[in-house]
């Protein structure tokens, strides 16, 4: 019904940046939310930023001030700068296509390397 299709992932060195995209195609017909969310290798999958249809705005307390995530139709975009190593993780794009989580989708995933 939904794809994601994600891209702009890749290696860097610290202080670098990168800028990572998302398109969606599909049945959309509610796109109520975008979001990044990022997990690396043994931690729990977080929220690192998203955006409502209403335009507000939510980022992690550890990315706030470096990323910014902005959306144009059914392309959702986060900018990385100021990168750190910490930031190393895979990085997945979610859409949710209605009311409730039941209706979320997810690309899959692009991999960020922050390293000297």
């Known amino acids: 019904q939904v794809q994601l299709v994600e891209s702009g992932g890749g290696l860097v060195q610290p202080g670098g940046s990168l800028r990572l995209s998302c398109a969606a195609s599909g049945m959309l017909f509610s796109v109520n939310a975008m979001g990044w969310y990022r997990q690396a290798p043994g931690k729990q999958r977080e929220l690192v930023a998203r955006?409502?249809?209403?335009?507000s705005t939510n980022y992690a307390d550890s990315v706030k001030g470096r990323f910014t995530i902005s959306r144009t139709n059914a392309t959702v975009y986060l900018q990385m700068n100021s990168l750190k190593s910490e930031d190393t993780a895979v990085y997945y794009c979610k859409l949710r296509n209605g009311l409730v989580a039941q209706d979320d989708y997810w690309g899959q995933g692009t991999q960020v390397a922050v390293s000297s």
């Open positions: 955006c409502t249809s209403g335009g």
